[in-house]
Every structure is written in structure tokens, then in C-alpha cells.
């Protein structure tokens, strides 16, 4: 599988199949692969002829530099990893300065207030970064579909308005949680945990599926409280937030309004680490 390091060297192969009018899905990663992404490769591998996986940890997305310095860099063996597929990927490991052209610097874009809940609150500038670089990708790769995994779910709603608002074309396609055998959502993140940590975070499937039980028949803001009791029994957790939102609108839900579709969204540390992870709760 090739490895391009460059947005030239990638384009110069893009550009035959695009002129074969061949379907290109594109796979946005910031590498340290994992079963999740893999599921997002197969189903691009389904849809497209020619897949592109991007590897590319995005400095203007972090607001803590500790978190950008830590991030897992594992190219090498993400790369073992998709040739063992032995499928049509293009790999598109570009240097910060292909991306950047020595201005690493986010734009500032408007989202229509999604940037302003739950991430957007806690960290300050990030959904700037991922405007930016999801731009920029999108413009080198110029795919046909491009995937997205609901466990970002505020992410994801960003880049579909992001799509829309800049008339980018592309078709947005979410692809459900992965998870771990434990309930525990795939993360890159998840490497960084000690064994019992990442045993010890199952838990926080297990409150949000039982929050997702009790929002049939309690308040938002009940629910909450259950959620934020749970996590104070159990003190080498510390929640940063729990917040029960609509989906298209990511406002909080102060009164359940019929036929709209809710999601329990939550951050929280473990040994430092910060883990999120999301539940529908139709
Ligand atoms: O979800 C991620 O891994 C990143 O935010 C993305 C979309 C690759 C942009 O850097």
C-alpha cells in the first residue's frame, strides 16, 4: 500500500482515478489505529473503489500542549496494520508543514452555535482546529464519501455543517460507536490507560446505558444528577461533564420535546486521561 507523505504525491495518483470518475471514500484519522477504524475503512472499502486514510495528529486541534505532546504516534505500525488488509487504501501521512506551509494556525469559523456545547466548552478553540484541517483534507482528497464515527458525535454534526455551510461536496457518512468487548468506546486514547484503568472504564458505558434506561421515564436534569452521583462513588473517575442534548442542535435538554431525538453526551478523566463517549437515547 502506498504511503504518501506529501498532498502532490497523493494528488498525482488522485487524479487518475478522478478522471475515471472512480468513487473516492476518505477515512480522517489521527492514526494510533484501532478496531474502530477499522470498521470506518471497511465500510468505505465497501462503497468506493479507491480508499484514502489520512494519518495526522492536527496540532491546531489541541488546546492543551501536554495532550498534543502525549497523543500515541504509531505509524509505522498503522501501516502494518492497513497493508495486512491487503486492500486499495492510499495512506496519507503528510508532515505538518505539507498541511500548514509554515502557518500552523486555525481558521475561525461559525458553526451556528454547535461549537459553543460540551467539547466547544471545555475545549476552547478546538472544533477551529478540526474545521481547518478537515478542510484542508477535504480539499486535497476531494472524496466522494467521507467517514465519520459517532463516537465524536459533536464532531461529526460540526463536519456536516461545515459541509453545508462551505458547499463542500461531499457525501457525510456516521458510522456507529466501536466498542470494546467491555462496553468501553475504541479510543486512541485507550492505549494510554494502565490495564486496570482501561478495565475500570467500562463504567462508563455501563451509567450511560443506565442513564439512557431511566431518561424513559425521568427529567433530564434527573438523570443528570444520577449521573454525576454515580461518578462521585467512584473517585479515581472525575467527570468534566454529563449533559443530555438534542441531537441536530446539541442545545441541553431543559423539557423532553416529542419526536426529538436526544443523546446523553459525557467527558471524563481517568489517571488524567481524558475519555468521551456518547448514547442515543431513543
Ligand atoms: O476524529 C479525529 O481523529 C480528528 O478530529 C480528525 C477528524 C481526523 C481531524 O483531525
Known amino acids: 500500500m502506498p504511503v504518501f507523505q506529501t498532498q502532490n504525491a497523493l494528488q498525482i495518483e488522485l487524479k487518475k482515478a478522478q478522471n475515471q470518475s472512480k468513487k473516492i471514500g476518505f477515512v480522517p484519522t489521527m492514526g494510533a489505529l ?4 477499522l470498521s470506518l475503512l471497511e465500510e468505505s472499502l465497501s462503497e468506493n473503489e479507491i480508499t484514502v486514510l489520512s ?6 486541534q489541541f488546546n492543551n500542549a501536554d495532550d498534543l505532546n502525549k497523543y500515541p504516534r504509531t505509524l509505522e505500525k498503522d501501516v502494518e496494520l492497513v497493508n495486512k488488509l491487503n486492500k486499495n487504501i492510499f495512506i496519507y501521512a503528510p508532515s505538518v508543514s505539507d498541511i500548514y506551509e509554515g502557518n500552523t494556525v486555525s481558521a475561525s469559523f461559525d458553526y451556528d452555535g454547535l461549537e459553543h456545547q460540551m467539547e466547544g466548552k471545555h475545549r476552547p478553540g478546538h472544533f477551529d482546529g478540526v474545521g481547518t484541517i478537515v478542510k484542508k483534507l477535504f480539499e486535497i482528497v476531494k472524496p466522494t464519501n467521507a467517514y465519520f464515527g459517532e463516537k465524536d458525535f ?7 455543517k461545515l459541509v453545508s455551510k462551505h458547499k463542500i461536496p461531499v457525501n457525510v457518512i456516521p ?5 470494546e468487548t467491555s462496553g468501553l468506546a475504541m479510543s486512541s486514547r485507550n492505549e494510554r490507560l494502565s490495564e486496570k484503568a482501561r478495565n475500570e472504564s467500562k463504567l462508563i458505558h455501563k451509567i450511560l446505558l443506565e442513564a439512557k434506561d431511566k431518561f424513559r421515564l425521568k427529567s433530564a436534569k434527573k438523570v443528570s444528577q444520577f449521573v454525576v ?5 467512584h473517585k479515581n473517575f472525575t467527570l468534566e461533564y ?8 446539541l442545545l441541553t435538554c431543559k423539557r423532553k420535546i416529542k419526536n426529538k431525538n436526544y443523546r446523553g453526551f459525557i467527558a ?3 489517571e488524567n486521561i481524558r475519555l468521551i463517549d456518547n448514547i442515543s437515547l431513543k
Open 229 to 233: 452521583s454515580e461518578f462521585n462513588k
Open 242 to 249: 454529563f449533559e443530555i442534548a438534542e441531537e441536530e442542535t
Open 268 to 270: 471524563v478523566f481517568i
Open 34 to 37: 484501532h478496531m474502530g477504524h
Open 55 to 60: 494519518i495526522f495528529v492536527n496540532p491546531t
Open 175 to 179: 458510522c456507529k460507536i466501536y466498542r
Open 154 to 160: 459533536q464532531q461529526l454534526q460540526i463536519v456536516r
